[in-house]
């Protein structure tokens, strides 16, 4: 960045691969308005190797949410092999679906991380709204803006 600025990178973010981290710096800069100030993709890739981005095979222990939802992935990654292996399933769409699973799994384990915000417009992203139960008051929290519920 010009000037020696800096950008601080969560450890968070440091369990991503060089090119997720890539994508979320570039993501990041696009929401801030700031797409135009993005370094070189070769530089910025540099310098977020420098910084060791680590990868760790299990993040059950980080986060059993995720932990769970990831155990999920692999499930539908087996269901769409069987699936296609008992001839239920094209070869191209069992491709589709892989291709599919790989962008939820990844998404999953990396921009939902960075986006969940303990008040967030985007019921998804909204930790007060997804933590509380509007069937029990006691487990419920009133959340600052509404959201409509689709059952």
């Given at each position: 960045m010009d000037g020696g600025s800096t950008m601080t990178m969560p450890n968070?973010?440091?369990?991503?691969?060089?090119?997720?981290?890539?994508?979320?710096?570039?993501?990041?800069?696009?929401?801030?308005?700031?797409?135009?100030?993005?370094?070189k993709e070769t530089q910025a890739k540099y310098i977020i190797n420098l910084v060791a981005p680590t990868r760790r095979k299990n993040l059950t222990c980080v986060d059993e949410k995720i932990g769970d939802g990831l155990k999920a992935f692999d499930e539908l990654f087996e269901m769409v092999h069987e699936l296609t292996k008992?001839?239920?399933?094209?070869?191209?769409?069992?491709?589709?679906?892989?291709?599919?699973?790989?962008s939820g799994r990844a998404y999953l384990r990396g921009d939902y991380k960075v986006h969940i915000k303990l008040h967030s417009p985007c019921?998804?992203?909204c930790a007060t709204f997804a933590l509380s139960d509007p069937n029990?008051?006691?487990?419920?929290?009133?959340?600052?803006?509404?959201?409509?519920?689709?059952?």
């Open positions: 968070l973010v440091r369990l991503q691969t060089i090119d997720e981290v890539y994508r979320m710096y570039l993501m990041h800069l696009q929401e801030e308005g700031q797409a135009d100030n993005a370094l008992a001839g239920l399933v094209t070869k191209y769409i069992s491709t589709s679906l892989i291709k599919n699973l790989q019921a998804e992203h029990r008051p006691e487990f419920a929290t009133k959340c600052s803006l509404s959201y409509s519920i689709i059952s």
